[in-house]
């Protein structure tokens, strides 16, 4: 059993700054790539920002320059800091994880959520 677990996500002004964090937990033999995604309402899910294990990062052209992905391999855990917050960047945020357990073949599992709402 694999559990994604985010926190960090609430409520800020504009312009201010969050970190999240996913923390795994479970059987888990290999982390392959860590990303997050978010969820606005009425929107579909995006992939904003991922993370291979060789270390290879890529953002989507909305948060380029204003968030960082980064990961901790030791503790399986990816954080997102956000800087530069906009109104728009308000959504559900999602993270994921393509791991390979013990007993299965590598597949995506998802956390269930933080909610980021950026309003003055």
């Known amino acids: 059993q694999v559990q994604l677990v985010e926190s960090g996500g609430g409520l800020v002004q504009p312009g201010g700054s969050l970190r999240l964090s996913c923390a795994t937990s479970?059987?888990?033999?290999?982390?392959?790539?860590m990303a997050w995604y978010r969820q606005a309402p009425g929107k579909q899910r995006e992939l904003i920002a991922s993370?291979?294990?060789?270390?290879?990062?890529g953002y989507a052209d909305s948060v380029k320059g204003r968030f960082t992905i980064s990961r901790d391999n030791a503790k399986n855990t990816v954080y997102l800091q956000m800087n530069s917050l906009k109104p728009e960047d308000t959504a559900v945020y999602y993270c994921?994880?393509?791991?390979?357990?013990?007993?299965?073949?590598?597949?995506?599992?998802w956390g269930q959520g933080t909610q980021v709402t950026v309003s003055s």
């Open positions: 994921n994880a393509r791991i390979q357990t013990y007993d299965s073949a590598g597949r995506d599992y």
């Open positions: 479970g059987s888990i033999f290999r982390i392959y790539a």
């Open positions: 993370m291979t294990t060789s270390g290879s990062i």
